[in-house]
């Protein structure tokens, strides 16, 4: 069975600490994407990965950056954590080229920064 | 510029109803839908998806409508089960965009014995 692994489920940070989000998947899938979830606001794009050491900025990259050394590994980095930063972050793999396999999440990371 | 709108917050239907969740987009790049559902603290799951190519997928008790010359899909699901409580979101990928897929803000609902 494929695998979206995030490092933790839960985390609590101190505003003003560097912050590392970690995603690992085995399926060999090209494309890597760091979602954050909010209620009323859905799921918005942060950055994503189309192979590695290749990254572009989603919707919402202020705050974030990315690395992404391994095609298996996706990191989230949160470079000085802000309360505006607690939220549930998702990281999501796909295959190019047959995307109709679907899109696999990963469990999440609840994420509180006080 | 929300590209894909779900209206509805939040839905609540009977067991054994239907329960009929919409979505609305704008993007006419747009060329394939899916629909996720997500119980609190955790992550999405797939339920189904449909090419631009179709108009209609189902998969047992799910079927997804696509009325692209509205740019409007709805997701319904027959009979609605209590474990079908969740929130639901649609989700949309534009060709050429590697990938990215693009969320409504998602529907709570909820099914009551």
């Known amino acids: 069975d494929v695998k979206v692994t995030q490092s933790s489920r839960y985390l609590v940070k101190r505003t003003g600490e560097k912050v590392f989000l970690e995603c690992v998947q085995d399926?060999?899938?090209?494309?890597m994407f760091w979602y954050r979830q909010d209620p009323g606001l859905g799921l918005r794009l942060i950055y994503f990965?189309?192979?590695?050491?290749?990254?572009e900025k989603g919707d919402i990259p202020e705050g974030y950056s990315v690395s992404r050394e391994k095609k298996e590994r996706f990191s989230l980095i949160l470079e000085s954590a802000s309360t505006n930063q607690t939220s549930m972050y998702l990281c999501?793999?796909?295959?190019?080229?047959?995307?109709?396999?679907?899109?696999?999440f990963g469990s999440g990371t609840r994420l509180t920064v006080v | 510029d929300q590209q894909v709108k779900q209206n509805s917050p939040s839905l609540s239907v009977q067991e054994g109803r239907i329960s009929i969740l919409n979505c609305d987009y704008t993007?006419?790049?747009?060329?394939?839908f899916l629909w996720y559902k997500k119980y609190p603290a955790e992550g999405p799951t797939f339920l189904i998806s449909?090419?631009?190519?179709?108009d209609k997928n189902e998969d047992g008790r799910f079927t997804v409508f696509l009325n692209k010359s509205a740019k409007h899909l709805s997701l319904h699901i027959v009979p609605s089960q209590p474990g079908d409580s969740a929130v639901y979101f649609c989700?949309?990928?534009?060709?050429?965009?590697?990938?990215?897929?693009?969320f409504g803000k998602g529907t709570l609902l909820t099914v009551n014995p």
């Open positions: 999501v793999s796909t295959r190019q080229y047959l995307p109709n396999y679907g899109y696999t």
């Open positions: 399926m060999d899938h090209e494309n």
């Open positions: 990965s189309y192979d590695v050491k290749m990254k």
């Open positions: 993007n006419s790049m747009f060329d394939y």
């Open positions: 449909i090419s631009s190519i179709k």
């Open positions: 989700a949309a990928r534009a060709w050429g965009s590697n990938y990215k897929l693009t």
